[in-house]
């Protein structure tokens, strides 16, 4: 991408006296350039897309990068089609820009690490006069590039980010997330277990010994034993873990009858491969199917674990198939242009730069602190979640969860995750002071 | 006692994949010198090659189904593989439900292949060089490796599940009159375990009962001697090379249904069996199987919820620790020479 | 001058002066053009620049000169870390009481860890430092102290960062919605002077000169230390250690101060990355990155003086401005070319940027490595032969043990 006019160095140039190819430097400060980090004065704006490129979750941030690109192309009104534009409940945006600028973006690389990504970070708002930052697939680094753009001043739009913490002890005013969390995931799943499982059972948990495996183990003990759940016991597995082998063997010894594995990414795609592999599935414990569960679902772990999902519940932010206009528009334009559905990752990136973008349209202005007000109990609909509210108070969103289960005659590679109830946002509902942290103020930088 | 079976069990079944590929590690470093950084991408690349011939096997031609819609309401294309119309769908479906120990045959002459050309093509002109060049070249070397792999077959892990038959568990509880379901342990685990002690008995009656065997052993006792000889020891030295890599192959291989392959196993196992290596002493094959067992053991047993509560975070830390004692009591490890890898 | 000869203080001053205009060295390409991608004068990447490059000097006195491969030396920097943030959680964000603490946290935990692992030497060495990183990893990464005594030491996978009601009882309270932000007496780490030429622009941080200003003083140790006795010693226990026990001497004392020293500097470096970027997270102690050091000491070439930096630079420069060319930025490159041909170039190019950028470091180590042995410090020397068309006095023999460089 060429910019062209990169509108803050526009500023400076027009302050720069420039003659016959030399001229006289001019020295400005930050201070007196702009009335907030990165403002954009020129015919273009630009946003960061950071997602993670290498590592792990390359095929996640690469999905991400698809429903950018496509939320891009939609924004400036180059697309096939307008995707969700037309399903959207606000009619702000234009499909020529954001404010009548063209949108032109940046990408970097998180490598899924919390230095990395906020060093990609930076280079963007340095470098690139980035003006919002999006994208992510780990709490760890949510976190922490929330806290950067709270630093420098930018408006911090969360990707895949699945703890509590990023909306919760870590929330930051310029951060805002769209996506569910551990809390949400445990009282959607609760009933549904309750429901097909009985609600005298015994559980057995393995957890990801740091932050998100914490809280969604909380959640879903909390939310399990209302219903009657007996917790048996919580293992901490390592993160490096790759065999689960020893920690999954003990299991039926200790008279549980229900397996949750609190873990995601490659920690899920093993423990789930190894625990059925070790044909727990295949047990009677207390005159009961032993049964597994997952928490957090996603459609490439599905994908990795194969088989081995086959009628197993979980929790997921979004599916492609789901019925709705704003999602049945989405899935076609996506579709069309890549040629496979997208992914809740893909989904909550693309409804993110919507979001933001409607959020600066009405607003008026990219100041940070105004697209904070106009984004702060925002209502809207045809996203695909239904009637959906961005929480003012903790800057998450506020929307339908669905319990998933893993389909048993899948029809194609992508086919893989079926709906089993679509869980209202009432019932996930949550006060917004019971994770504890601070928003702070908004901060609109320089 | 129960549980303590349980995880002895699973300790032999974990360390059995640390010593396959501590053993191939070691036996490159104990006949040509050299400290391989990039042994784990040989294994990922083994996984890989049960992945590219499950991929062979269902090779397909698309088929137009009118009767049902993908997700975009358009006719749904049903693949079908050619395997299908060459043996008809049932036999075609059993070889593709066996794809994963037929790659071992598929396996077995491309490692050695890839062993060959990395000892002649980049190896062996590190023989000389100080290791910590080695390290780095053989690094450099990995990441290109698992990154060509990446860009081929993705980030995320592929599912490539064992034949049909080995699906499930075998109880040894209810063998050995303890109550069912207490001491369960998967099929496919066990037969990974068989094929682990082959294939370490194997190499080491290759060593011990071959000529070549001989020849290379006096060759990693003193290179200059068996030279001096007459004895076209670099031929020799890169057929061990071809060998060590097609151990580490196979090892992957067997373990891909265990695990879901993905780009970066190989690194993820790189850490681990070097420090199974060293604890076992540099350049000793007993030494490498047998600290391999120990570790598999040892993390087993660390794993246990009644040890976590005692000595809590112990699973997190336990292979560093023990490395860390072992090694500060014996120096060269548990059957180091002297004088090896000390400088 | 300082205490150096004419050949090092040549260097230090070209340091100093490479240093000082780092900002205008780095952005060559004008703003808007095509090339500016490749611009690296930002604040993020020149502060990077200047603290790996004090990591890499630092793991140098160690590995260029004893000889011994440490592979935990991210531990140190972690820890330093993690001391420096604890002291802007607790004391002041003035980074100096931070800086100071992790250095000597850094010293105090590179002292226990060298006592023990220095009893071993070679691979087993390196082994045992490596065990001791990777404890401390998954120490950190699970908070397991904190965990342990119901607190928070580590932060776990979300680090620590500073936080509006942490306590900073040398600090007067913060102004409503104001969030705490790393300073020098007042001067702030993210402070810049922008400067506009024509169409360039030059970006001149407070921090990156903090940075640059701590680099020229561990850059200048390490020149004393190279040309001290005890440098000399140290290179001795390399090149025979048997020999030097013979003569009487210990070498164990050595080198255990020289395991210190680099992991103080370690300490130094982690301290300046919260200092100019307030957040610690677990990843930066993890095996990769020790690793991540001695690529960058041997691909600048391990015993020189000016190798370690340029390693550092050649590799984060590629971690930071690869990775972020994608294909729209490829396609705005080979516009100017029929379609076909464009489309060639970009589907090659694309292979060793944006997510593929590992590649492109995984073939330059390689080709460093088989082609030029003694690092970047040797290939500028066999240009620089070339250039001034000397007769090259013994080359071929003299690149294959990495001479200090003048």
Redesign the interface.
Same mark, same amino acid.
């Given at each position: 991408?060429?910019?062209?006019?990169?509108s803050r160095?526009g500023v400076?140039?027009s302050? #720069?006296v420039?003659g016959a190819?030399?001229?006289v +430097?001019?020295? @400005?400060? =930050?201070q007196s =350039?702009a009335a907030y980090t990165n403002e954009p004065t020129g015919s273009s704006v630009t946003l960061g897309f950071n997602v993670p490129?290498?590592? +792990?979750?390359?095929?996640e941030?690469?999905d991400e990068?698809r429903a950018y690109q496509l939320a891009v192309e939609h924004l400036n009104g180059t697309g096939a089609d307008n995707g969700m534009l037309e399903t959207f409940s606000s009619k702000a945006l234009q499909g020529n820009g954001i404010l009548g600028k063209k949108v032109e973006?940046?990408?970097?690389?998180t490598q899924t690490?919390?230095?990395?990504a *906020? #060093?990609?970070a930076?280079?963007m708002i340095?470098?690139d006069g980035a003006v919002m930052i999006t994208g992510g697939s780990?709490?760890?680094v949510a976190? #922490?590039v929330q806290?950067?753009c709270?630093?420098?001043g930018v408006i911090f739009m969360a990707g895949l980010t699945h703890?509590n913490?990023t909306t919760g002890k870590?929330k930051k005013a310029n951060g805002f997330r769209h996506f569910f969390n551990s809390y949400m995931s445990g009282a959607a799943l609760a009933p549904i277990l309750a429901n097909n499982y009985g609600t005298d059972r015994k559980a057995y948990h393995l957890t990801a010994?740091?932050?998100?495996g914490y809280t969604t183990e909380e959640a879903v003990k909390t939310s399990t034993e209302a219903m009657g759940w007996e917790t048996v #016991?919580a293992? *901490?597995? +390592?993160?490096?873990q790759?065999?689960f082998?020893?920690?999954i063997? +003990?299991v039926?010894?200790?008279g549980a009858d229900v397996l949750v594995l609190n873990h995601y990414g490659?920690n899920m795609?093993?423990s789930l491969?190894?625990a059925v592999? @070790?044909?727990l599935r295949?047990?009677l414990?207390n005159n009961k199917n032993f049964e597994i569960v997952v928490p957090l679902y996603s459609r490439?772990m599905a994908?990795?674990?194969?088989?081995?999902v086959k009628g197993i519940y979980g929790s997921t932010n979004w599916h492609?198939?789901l019925q709705d206009e704003g999602s049945q528009a989405f899935? *076609?334009s996506f579709?069309?242009k890549y040629g496979f559905?997208p992914s809740q990752a893909a989904h909550t990136c693309y409804v993110q730069t919507l979001l933001y973008a409607d959020a600066v349209q009405r607003a008026g202005s990219f100041n940070p602190c105004a697209v904070a007000e106009a984004l702060e109990d925002f209502e809207f609909d045809g996203m695909g979640n239904g009637k959906t509210l961005y929480r003012g108070a903790d800057h998450q969103c506020f929307k339908d969860v669905l319990v998933v289960k893993g389909k048993e005659n899948p029809?194609?590679e @992508?086919?893989l995750l079926e709906i089993v109830e679509v869980t209202p946002t009432a019932q996930v509902t949550y006060d917004a002071s019971i994770f504890g942290g601070?928003l702070?103020?908004c901060?609109p930088g320089t | 006692m %129960?549980?303590i079976i &349980?995880?002895i &069990?699973? /300790?032999l %079944?974990?360390g059995s994949?640390y010593a396959l590929i501590a053993l191939g590690l070691t036996l490159i470093f104990g006949t040509l010198g050299v400290v391989n950084f990039a042994h784990g991408a040989l294994f990922m690349i083994g996984a890989f090659c049960a992945v590219t011939l499950n991929r062979i096997l269902t090779l397909s031609h698309q088929v137009v189904d009118p009767t049902?819609t993908?997700? &975009?309401g358009n006719p749904?294309k049903v693949d079908v593989p050619y395997v299908f119309d060459m043996f008809g769908e049932a036999a075609g479906q059993s070889i593709i439900d066996w794809s994963v120990p037929l790659a071992i045959l598929f396996a077995i002459p491309v490692m050695v292949l890839v062993g060959v050309i990395m000892e002649r093509g980049l190896i062996k002109f590190f023989y000389k060089r100080p290791h910590a060049d080695q390290i780095l070249v053989t690094f450099g070397l990995a990441i290109v490796l698992q990154e060509i792999i990446?860009y081929y077959y /993705?980030?995320?892990?592929?599912?490539t599940?064992a034949p049909e038959a080995f699906?499930?568990?075998f109880d040894f509880g209810a063998m050995l009159g303890f109550d069912p379901?207490?001491i369960?342990?998967?099929y496919?685990?066990l037969v990974y375990f068989c094929f682990a002690a082959l294939i370490i008995g194997a190499v080491f009656v290759f060593l011990q009962f071959t000529t070549f065997g001989m020849v290379v052993r006096a060759g990693m006792a003193d290179r200059e001697t068996v030279g001096l000889l007459g004895i076209d020891i670099d031929k020799r030295f890169t057929i061990m090379f071809g060998l060590a890599a097609a151990v580490a192959g196979l090892a992957g291989v067997m373990y891909a249904?265990?695990?879901?392959p993905?780009y970066?196993?190989g690194m %993820?196992?790189l850490v681990l069996s070097f420090v199974v290596v060293v604890v076992g002493g540099m350049g000793s094959l007993p030494g490498a199987v047998a600290a391999g067992f120990l570790l598999g053991i040892l993390?087993?047993f660390a794993?246990?919820?009644e040890v976590?509560a005692f000595i809590p975070g112990i699973?997190?830390v336990i292979i560093y620790l023990v490395a860390i004692i072992i090694l500060l009591t014996r120096p060269r490890g548990l059957m180091g020479r002297k004088g090896v890898m000390e400088d | 001058m300082f205490g150096l000869d004419k050949k090092d203080a040549t260097l230090l001053v070209v340091v100093a002066i490479l240093a000082l205009f780092a900002p205008f060295i780095l952005n060559p390409f004008p703003?808007?053009?095509?090339m500016?991608q490749f611009?690296a004068g !930002?604040?993020?990447?020149m502060q990077?620049f200047v603290i790996f490059g004090i990591f890499a000097i630092g793991f140098n006195i160690l590995f260029g000169l004893t000889g011994y491969l440490s592979f935990g030396h991210a531990a140190f920097l972690g820890v330093g870390s993690y001391a420096a943030i604890w002291m802007m959680k607790l004391l002041t964000m003035n980074v100096i009481p931070a800086i100071i603490v992790s250095v000597i946290v850094a010293g105090l935990i590179s002292f226990l860890v060298g006592w023990i692992s220095l009893r071993r030497s070679g691979i087993y060495f390196s082994i045992l430092t490596l065990a001791f990183a990777m404890m401390m990893y998954?120490l950190a !990464?699970?908070d397991l102290f904190g965990q342990l005594f119901g607190g928070v030491l580590t932060g776990?996978?979300?680090?620590l960062?500073p936080?509006?009601?942490d306590p900073r009882i040398l600090d007067a309270a913060l102004a409503?919605?104001a969030?705490p932000?790393a300073h020098l007496f007042g001067l702030e780490m993210?402070?810049?002077?922008?400067?506009?030429?024509?169409?360039w622009?030059f970006?001149f941080n407070a921090g990156y000169y903090i940075a640059a200003v701590a680099m020229l003083a561990a850059f200048y140790m390490s020149i004393r230390i190279f040309r001290s006795p005890f440098g000399l010693m140290l290179r001795s226990v390399k090149s025979n250690q048997q020999r030097v026990s013979y003569t009487g001497l210990n070498p164990r004392p050595y080198t255990l101060a020289a395991f210190v020293i680099s992991g103080m500097y370690a300490g130094l470096a982690g301290g300046l990355?919260v200092a100019m970027?307030?957040?610690v997270?677990a990843?930066?102690m993890f095996w990769t990155a020790s690793g991540e050091v001695v690529i960058m000491t041997i691909l600048g070439g391990a015993g020189t003086l000016i190798g370690p930096v340029l390693g550092s630079g050649l590799l984060k420069y590629m971690?930071?401005i690869l990775?972020?060319i994608?294909k729209?930025?490829l396609e705005?490159w080979f516009s100017f070319m029929p379609d076909g041909m464009s489309d060639f170039f970009i589907a090659i190019t694309n292979l060793f940027v944006?997510?593929q950028?590992?590649i492109t470091t995984g073939v330059i180590f390689m080709l460093v490595i088989i082609f030029v042995p003694g690092g970047l410090v040797e290939l500028g020397k066999r240009i620089g032969n070339l250039l001034t068309r000397k007769k090259q006095p013994n080359n071929t023999d003299g690149s294959a043990k990495a001479e200090p460089a003048e």
């Open positions: 991408m060429t910019k062209t006019n990169m160095r400076l140039k302050g #720069a420039a190819g030399l001229a +430097p001019t020295i @400005f400060t =930050a =350039a490129q290498t590592g +792990p979750y390359a095929d941030g690469a990068l973006y940046v990408t970097g690389d690490k919390s230095d990395a *906020r #060093a990609s930076r280079s340095e470098k780990s709490s760890g976190v #922490a806290a950067l709270q630093e420098a703890s913490d870590d010994d740091y932050n998100w #016991a293992v *901490r597995t +390592p993160l490096t790759t065999d082998s020893s920690y063997a +003990p039926l010894q200790s490659g795609v093993n491969t190894n592999q @070790f044909g295949d047990k414990v490439l994908k990795g674990a194969g088989a081995n492609w198939s899935v *076609r579709g069309t559905p029809t194609s @992508f086919d601070e702070g103020a901060n | %129960d549980a &349980l995880q &069990l699973n /300790g %079944d974990k994949a049902r993908d997700f &975009l749904m990446k /993705g980030a995320n892990p592929i599912p599940p699906k499930g568990s379901n207490t369960i342990y998967p496919w685990r249904p265990i695990n879901a993905n970066h196993m %993820d196992f993390e087993s794993s246990m919820r976590i699973n997190q | 703003e808007g053009s095509a500016a611009n !930002y604040p993020d990447l990077r998954q !990464y699970s776990g996978e979300t680090g960062q936080k509006v009601n409503e919605g969030t932000k993210g402070a810049s002077y922008k400067l506009a030429v024509g169409s622009e970006t990355l970027d307030t957040q997270g990843e930066r971690e930071n990775s972020k994608n729209g930025v705005g944006g997510k950028w590992h």
